[in-house]
């Protein structure tokens, strides 16, 4: 035992600093698709189609790596619990990174006809199945490494990549935008993007294999304390906190991928192209600020209340924001972008790692935390932008539609929250869940007691 620990070398900071560039890495790849998805794959892919049909289409394959994502949770989960959470954060880099370089060597559809959509199909389930496996295992290592009262701000480390991978690829894509021809853009530019991926696959990879497993991992796997079937186990002893994280990441999920990839599409509609980026980029900057700003408060005051000020909020701004998109104006573009996604969305963000870990054991958290989160994501944000372009279309281009598929998810996501456990002051060295919940309860009103 003692000598496992001398082993260990990671200090928490450069955890959560190694979770952060490689999630950084994979989101990159993820949210370049997304934007690309937007903008290019329409016309380049879907040619013969209308551009609405085109964009409907682009989105389809956009949502096809959301519902790869549970299958690489599951696998992700299962080699993270009972192999180690670095193995498979290495697993999910190459993964993701690799399948994001072959999309900028991708033919399009005038190069060799349909089959241009399905390798791109193949590919983004590639994608999905690594980033799938990726959250999990991030969050879990600056979680478990770190300082029993600051879980939630080092857990945060892992969502503000999130934001930076967002940012660096909005930046891409507008840096081609403005330096490049429509026509120029559309025949190369956008492939550089994607191409720069595996540059930076190999910067991730330098970070990760240096990375040590957290003390309470280490402790149950050489005591044995590990199930030989994690996804069964929790299943059997986790259903409750899967069913409660899954329903926490619909609203969420779906809003923040409704601002950031079809807004940038409805934005389009009234203002020129670059304007939905810009604003996205403005937006993911702030979040680096105001994620981890949440995740400290939630240490604070606790996850629930944070959480479910971000729902009702949320839920309440959506309209106007629609409405601050008509107008056209950068302005008034980029406030709404601002507040939707810094002052109401990130409230449910920033806290949420930490959250989620809490809500499980050490020796499943791995896989309880990710199918929840997965399972969330591809029931939101995967689908949410194919559901709003479709609703848009049903509703004669006005967005009510949106708005009302908005307000459905906001009330189950207010609900889990509320159902939810207080854990920011739980025990995560547990293979027991019943020491949990009960446990944060308790500490809940100690902690209420001392801020007083």
């Known amino acids: 035992m003692a000598q496992a620990t001398t082993r260990r070398t990671s200090s928490p900071r450069m955890v959560a600093l190694g979770s952060f560039i490689g999630t950084t890495i994979e989101w990159y ?4 698709y997304g934007s690309a998805a937007a903008l290019v794959f329409g016309p380049l892919f879907f040619p013969s189609v209308s551009p609405a049909l085109g964009l409907i289409a682009a989105f389809s394959t956009y949502a096809v790596g959301f519902l790869a994502r549970p299958l690489g949770a599951l696998v992700g989960g299962h ?7 670095k193995a498979m954060l290495v697993a999910s880099l190459l993964i993701a990174g690799g399948a994001t370089a072959l999309v900028g060597v991708l033919p399009t559809y005038a190069g060799i006809g349909v089959g241009a959509p399905l390798l791109l199909v193949l590919l983004r389930l590639a994608q999905g199945f690594g980033v799938g496996g990726e959250w999990g295992g991030a969050a879990l290592v600056s979680v478990e490494s770190a300082p029993a009262r600051r879980r939630g701000f080092y857990g945060s480390f892992t969502q503000i990549g999130v934001s930076a991978g967002m940012l660096m690829a909005a930046g891409a894509f507008t840096l081609g935008q403005t330096m490049l021809t429509r026509e120029q853009f559309l025949s190369w530019g956008w492939r550089v993007p994607f191409l720069a991926s595996g540059l930076l696959v190999i910067v991730g990879l330098l970070i990760r294999v240096k990375m040590s497993e957290p003390e309470s991992f280490t402790r149950m796997k050489q005591d044995n304390k590990l199930p030989e079937r994690p996804l069964v186990e929790v299943m059997r002893t986790q259903r409750r906190p899967v069913w409660l994280t899954t329903g926490m990441r619909l609203s969420q999920n779906a809003l923040y991928y409704l601002y950031t990839t079809f807004g940038i599409a409805y934005i389009a509609r009234s203002a020129d192209d670059t304007v939905g980026l810009r604003a996205v980029l403005v937006a993911s900057a702030i979040s680096l600020a105001t994620v981890p700003a949440w995740a400290w408060l939630s240490d604070r005051w606790g996850r629930r209340p944070l959480y479910l000020f971000g729902t009702v909020a949320s839920a309440m701004f959506i309209a106007p924001f629609f409405l601050l998109a008509d107008t056209g104006n950068p302005v008034l573009i980029t406030l709404g972008m601002v507040a939707g996604i810094n002052l109401f969305h990130d409230a449910m963000y920033g806290p949420q790692a930490a959250f989620f870990a809490e809500l499980f054991p050490t020796n499943v958290r791995y896989s309880g935390a990710s199918m929840g989160y997965q399972f969330g994501s591809v029931l939101s944000g995967g689908l949410a932008p194919l559901i709003a372009s479709s609703l848009l279309a049903a509703g004669g281009g ?4 949106v708005v009302g598929y908005c307000l459905v998810l906001s009330v189950i996501t207010g609900v889990c929250a509320y159902l939810a456990p207080e ?5 995560t060295d547990s293979t027991d869940y019943a020491a949990v919940a009960p446990a944060a309860a308790t500490t809940r009103t100690i902690e209420i007691g001392e801020l007083r």
């Open 423 to 427: 854990t920011f002051r739980a025990s």
């Open 79 to 85: 080699v993270g619990d009972r192999i180690g959470r």
């Open 398 to 401: 006005k967005p009510w539609l």
């Open 29 to 32: 790849d993820f949210f370049l």
